[in-house]
């Protein structure tokens, strides 16, 4: 295990439903990140806090909602997704913000969202 | 555009034996370069780090070396086992403080390791 959990590990919702995707990390680190991983596509960067804030919004969708209550739990709310959003969802954490340091990246398992 | 292009696309060994799998970028400036292993149904863990002043380092059975010069990168698995089925991503970091987004993802390479 990596110290980063999400919940849950597989998700199908229908396009006008509304859920939230969890994740938790118990390394004690400042930045947390959520990523999208399409089939056969490199994984996209689409959040980032750091110590809470949050520092990056890659121009994703406002159907795609973050929440980062604490340093150790990150929220990805859902509504009124596509069928292209399918995909799954990874969750990371790095002690500071990760870039031209060479800090580690932690990720979760995932979460694998089906949108029908 | 910053760009991580992987070779080959897919790879079936036999077990036992080795392989070694390719990354070129054209990310610049550049800071370090990353190899992560992501088992399917599973988030990618990192195999090693590498700086520009690096240039090769190991981590048990993988070893991985950088050309800064050429830009080019590769990860050597010896005497492959069939947990190291999986795929293998390449990651490169701009040089600019540029926080997270300043990773670059490539697409990876599919491993497959047959008994």
């Known amino acids: 295990e990596t110290g980063v959990t999400q919940t849950p590990r597989h998700l199908v919702m229908g396009m006008t439903n509304k859920k939230s995707l969890k994740c938790e990390q118990h390394?004690?680190?400042?930045?947390m990140y959520w990523y999208k991983q399409s089939a056969k596509k490199p994984l996209e960067l689409m959040f980032v806090?750091?110590?809470?804030?949050?520092?990056e919004n890659n121009s994703v969708p406002s159907r795609f909602s973050p929440e980062c209550p604490n340093s150790s739990h990150l929220f990805l709310h859902l509504h009124t997704l596509q069928p292209e959003d399918s995909a799954l969802y990874l969750c990371?954490?790095?002690?500071?913000?990760?870039?031209?340091?060479?800090?580690?990246?932690?990720f979760g398992s995932g979460t694998q969202l089906s949108v029908l | 555009k910053n760009q991580v292009e992987q070779s080959p696309q897919s790879l079936i060994i036999l077990e036992g034996k080795n392989c070694t799998l390719q990354?070129?970028?054209?990310?610049?400036?550049?800071?370090?370069l990353r190899w992560y292993k992501q088992d399917t149904g599973r988030g990618p863990v990192s195999l090693t780090i590498?700086?520009?002043?690096?240039n090769t380092k190991s981590n048990g059975r993988y070893t991985a070396t950088l050309d800064a010069d050429t830009k080019q990168s590769s990860l050597h698995i010896t005497a492959s086992q069939l947990s190291d089925s999986a795929s293998y991503i390449c990651?490169?970091?701009?040089?600019?403080?540029?926080?997270?987004?300043?990773?670059?993802f490539g697409k990876g390479t599919h491993l497959i390791i047959q008994p």
């Open positions: 990371a954490s790095s002690q500071e913000d990760v870039g031209e340091n060479n800090e580690k990246l932690f």
């Open positions: 390394l004690g680190h400042n930045a």
């Open positions: 806090y750091n110590f809470k804030e949050q520092t």
């Open positions: 990354c070129n970028y054209t990310v610049s400036p550049f800071s370090n």
């Open positions: 590498m700086t520009f002043s690096e």
């Open positions: 990651v490169v970091s701009l040089y600019s403080g540029g926080g997270a987004d300043g990773l670059t």
